[in-house]
């Protein structure tokens, strides 16, 4: 037995010393159930071996560990992670970037970088949150809620009075 422990240590190494290691150390998102990330518990993942180039509708929570290329636009949450890279447009609920994204991001709520986020592009958000670390150029547009809620109550008025 003490063999196969001795092979399997080695593997180990080796797995460790090819790996492409970072100065940065891996971001670990986890969401609780009354999270402002798990708006929807359905998550739909592109992995890292994926490049997706075109548009991203849907209602699903979204994960990103690869490349996207066009246009993202969910009614949900969307989680980049560390080293993706994405050229897109991004819209969503909630938003959380740890990886690389060229491209304007607007929520719902709240926008969250990561100590390994690099944005370029406007953000448009009611929250916003900049870890240290992250780098950021471009606009910040802050949404207040209580415009939200006088949008709202404008048009309960106007469909009252139709």
């Known amino acids: 037995m003490g063999l196969f422990k001795k092979d399997e240590d080695i593997k180990k190494q080796e797995a460790i010393s090819n790996s492409k290691v970072k100065n940065t150390p891996p971001v670990k998102t986890t969401y ?19 490049i997706i180039s075109g548009e991203i509708t ?8 690869g490349t996207v290329e066009g ?8 989680v980049v992670e560390n080293e993706s890279k994405i050229n897109a447009d991004i819209k969503g609920n909630n938003i959380e970037i740890s990886g690389t994204v060229e491209g304007n991001i607007t929520a719902e709520d709240k926008i969250t970088l990561n100590e390994t986020a ?9 929250s916003f949150t900049v870890k240290e670390g992250a780098s950021f150029e471009g ?3 802050m949404v207040h809620s209580s415009s939200k ?8 008025q106007k469909s009252k009075n139709l």
């Open 118 to 126: 690099i944005v370029v592009g406007n953000i448009t958000c009611r």
């Open 71 to 78: 246009k993202i636009e969910l009614k949900s949450n969307v």
């Open 149 to 156: 809620e006088q949008k709202n109550k404008g048009e309960t």
């Open 58 to 65: 849907g209602t699903s929570n979204l994960r990103i560990k």
């Open 139 to 141: 606009n910040i547009n």
């Open 32 to 50: 609780t159930k009354n999270s402002p990330m798990s708006h929807n518990l359905s998550e739909s993942v592109i992995s890292k071996e994926l």
